[in-house]
C-alpha cells in the first residue's frame, strides 16, 4: 500500500503535523486487552450497582421501570437497524425511513398533534428546542416555566435561554398544581411561551384547560411535556390546543440505562412545521411510481441553512425511537390503555395505603395517574437508607430541588409494582419512620 | 458487489422481487382485536379511572395504536430491515461520519443489567460502578484530548458544539467581556453555524487557502476583540490538516478568543496528535464516529466536551468527582452553565466507547488512526489514475487523513453525471456512497473516508466500481443518471415530497 502511494513509512503520512504539536511518546493509557478480558472488567463495574432488578424500586422523576418486551432488543440489535447512518441515501434506506414515519404517526396519534419528528435527544432538551422554536416563532423574548415542570428539564431550559438570551420565570404551585391565575400573571406581552408538565413533577393531573387558555389569551406558545405512557387515559395535549408537546420516550420500551440513550419526542401544530428542529420522514414515489420515504423538509436544517437553520440537531436517537415504536405495537391499541388504567388504579391504592401509615402523609391532594408525593414526619434520607437496607428503593427525595419540601418523598408506581410489593413498601416504610423519629427523638 | 449490479446493462430493468413488495405500514397490518401484549392482572380494589380524574382529564377516544400481534411485529421490521443497507453488511465511506466496524462485544457490556437496568437517579453510593466507568472514560479521553477536563453530558457532536458556545459565552463574561462573533471555515459542518446561531453569536465566515487550509490573512482580518470563538475541524472537513494550527492557535489567543475543536475527524489523529497541544480550549468526541457507538440509522451518539483550565469552571452539571476511591456527582458549582439534558448523559454509549478504549489501548488507538490515514491515501493514490483520476480530480491534492474529497465537476461537464448519479449507481454495486455535495467549497463533493477497519480488497473493489460507473457513463450518461436499479426503491421524488409533506398517515381513513 506505501508503494502505491509513494512513500517509505506510515510515519511520511504524518509529515504535515508540526513538530510542536505531535505528541511525544504514546498515549498514557494502559494497554489493549482481550474481548474476554474488558468483558471482565466491565461485568465487574456493573456488578457494583444496585440495579433496577436486584431491588423493589418505586423511584421514577423522570425514568420508570416499566416492562421492555423481549421483542424491542431482539429486533433492535439487527445490524440492518444498528449500523447505517442517518439514511441520506433513500433508495437504500426505506427501512429506517418508514419506521420514522409510523413513528412520527404513533406520536401525533398520541398527542393528539398534527405532525411529529423523527426524534430529538431526550425528554429536558427537547423542551428546550420548544423554546428555541417558539422564541423563533414569536419573537417574543420571555419564558415562564411552571415550578411543577421537571427541575432538570427548568435547569436545561435556563441554560439554553441563557445563549440567546431569553429570561426564564418561574411560577410557584404552592397546592403542587400550576395555578392558572398565578400563570396569567407572570405573562406579558414578550413571553414566546408558557411550559407545563402534564402530569407534572409530583405526578398531578393539571387543569391544561384553564392553563392554555391563560396562555393563549396573551399570545403566548404552550408547550407541554406530556409522558407518553399515560396518554392512553389521559386526554393528549392536542385537545386542549397546546401548540407543542414534547417529553422524555425511555418509558416507550427504552432501558433505563442510567439516564441515556432514550429519546425525545417532539410533536406540534401544522403551522409550526416549518420550524421543527430535526430529521422528518416524508412520503413520496419514486421513479417507477413505488411509495416510499424520505427525509424531507430539509431546508430547515442545519447542512442546508448553516446559521439560518432553525436547530443545530443532526445526530439524535433514531434507534431509541425505533424501541418505542416497536413497544407502541407490542402494547397495542387495548394495551396503552390497559397500562394507564392498571397504573392510575395500583397508584391510587399505594397512594392511601401509604396516607395510611403512621408518620406518613399527602403532601398534595390533587389528582395522579403514576406519581405521588407523600410527607414523612423523619428525614427522608435516613428512611430511604433504611429501606434499601430491606432491598426497597423507597423514590426521589423532594428536598434535592425543592427545599420547602425538605420532607417530601415521590413514588412511582409502574404496572411492574405489584400489590404485595406495594403492602410490603407501606410496611417498612412505616417502620423506617417510627425508626428513623426514635433516633431523631433520641438524639434531641 | 452486488451480483444484481452486472445484470443491470443498457436500458432493459426487471423489477426485484423486494421492488414488487408494496410498502405498507404496520398501522396498515392491523386488525381490530389483534394484540401481543400481556398485562399484570389488576391485583388492586377496581375503580372507575374517570373518578379518579378530575374532570375532562380523561381520554375519550383511546389513542389508534397498532393492533397487531407479535409474530406480525417481528416479521413486520425484519422486512422493513431489509430494505435498509448497513454497515455490517457493505462498505460504508461516508466522509466525515467514520463509518468503522462496531465491535460485538459493546453490545453486550452495555445489555448487563447492572447498566441497562441501573436508573439515572440511584444514588451515588450505590451507582459506584456506573460512576467508576464514567470516571475512567473521562480520563481517558482527557488523555487522549490532551485537555485536564471532560463532560461527558452533551447528547451528539452539535450538542457539544453548543455546550462549547455556552461555556465561551460564561467565560467571557465572568471576565467583564461582551463579545459578538464566532469564527468558522467555508469548510466547517453546517452543525457549526446552526450552534453559533443559537448559542446567541454571529457566525463569520474564514476564507480557504490553496492548500486547503485557513487562509491566515482572512483569520487576521477578522480576528478581534468582538470575536469571542473560532471553531476548527483539524484535519478539516477536506480531510486535511492544517499546517499553521500554531499560529491559527497564537492569532485567536492573542484576541482573547477561545479555540473550539470539533472532534468530528479526531479519527485521524488519536496518539498521533492532541487538540489540547494545538492549542484548543474545547474540544467536542463524537463517541458515535471515532469510538465505535453503532449509529442506529441516525442515533444515538454522545458528543464528551474536554477542555481547559480557564473553562472547566463553567462546565455543566453534575459533575463526577473522586474522593478516597469513592465516586460522587457534584451540583454545586456556583459558575457552571447549568444543565444541557437530563441526568449524566448517554451512559450506555459511554460503555460501548469505554469497552473500545480497554480493548485498542494506547498503541491500538494510535494504529487504528494511522491504518485509517493509510487506507485514505491508498485509495486516493488508486483514484489519481484512469477514469476516476480524469473525471473525479481530487481538489487539493496533497497527502490527506483519514478522508479527502474529490470533485464530479469534471463528470458533469464532460459526462453530463454529477455527484448524485454517481453515488445513485453506486447502490447498485451494493456500496454506501460518499458523502456528496459537503464541503460546500467543492464543487460536485464527494468525500470519501474508508476508516481503518476496511480490507484493500474493499478499497480495490470500490475504485473499480468507480471506474467501471465512469465507464458506463461514457457509454451512456443516462443510464446512469436514471440509477439506481436494484434498490428496494428507485430514485425517489424529494422535491414532491418537501411541497406537499405528508409526514404522519391519515388514521381516519385506515378507520
Ligand atoms: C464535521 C462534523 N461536525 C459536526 C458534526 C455533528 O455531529 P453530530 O451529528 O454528532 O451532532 C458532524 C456529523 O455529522 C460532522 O461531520
Redesign the pocket.
Known sequence: MLDAIGVGSVDDLFNDVPDGVRLQGPLKLPAGKTEDEVYTHLAELAGKNVHADSEISFLGAGMYDHYQPAIVDSILSRSEFLTPY?PYQPEVSQGGLQVMFEYQTAIAELTGMDVSNASVYEGPSAMAAAAYLAKLETGRSRFVVSAAVNPQYRATLKTNAYGYGSSVIEVPAAEGLTDPATLAAAIDDDTAAVFLQNPNFFGAVEDLAALVEAAHAKGALVVCVADPLTLGILAPPGDFGVDICVGEGQTLGNRLDFGGPSFGFFAATQKLIRRMPGRIAGETTDADGRRGWVLTLQTRE??IRREKATS?????QALNALAGMIYLSWLGRAGIVEIGELMIKRTAYARETLAAVEGVELLFDAPVVREFAIKLDAPVQTVLDQLALDGINGGYPLGTDYPEHEHGLLVAITERRSRAQIDLLAERLGAAVAAARETVGAEA | MNPDAQKVTGAHVTETPMQAERATTIFEKSHPGRRAAALPALDVPDRDVSELLPAGAARARGPRMPEIAEPEIVRHYNRLSRRNFDLDSGFYPL???TMKHNPKLHERAAALPGFSRLHPLQPAERAQGALELMWNLERSLSEICGLPHVCLQP???????LSGLLLTKAYHEDRGEHRTKVLAPDT?????PASVTMAGYETVKVATNERGGVDIDDLRAKADDSVACLML?NP??LGLFDENIEEIASIMHGVGATLYY????LNAVMGVSRPGDMGFDIV?V?L??SFTQPHGGG?P???PIAVSDRIAPYLPVPRIAQKDGRFELNTDEPKSIGRMRGFQGNFGVFVRSYAYICSLGAEGLKAASETAVLNANYMLAKGREGRVGKYLPVEFDRTCKHEYVLSAAPAKKELNVKALDIAKRLLDFGYHPP?IY?PLLVDEAMMIEPTETETVETLDGFIEALDKILEEAERDPEFVQNAPYTTPVRRLDEAAAARNPVVTQDLDALA
Open positions: 442517518t442545519q447542512h443545530n440537531i443532526c445526530t439524535s | 466522509g466525515s461520519c447528547s451528539a457532536g452539535s450538542h457539544g458544539e466547517s459542518h453546517g452543525t457549526n475541524t478539516n472537513t470539533d472532534g468530528a475527524n467536542h463524537n458515535h464516529k442515533g451518539g454522545s458528543g458523502t459537503f
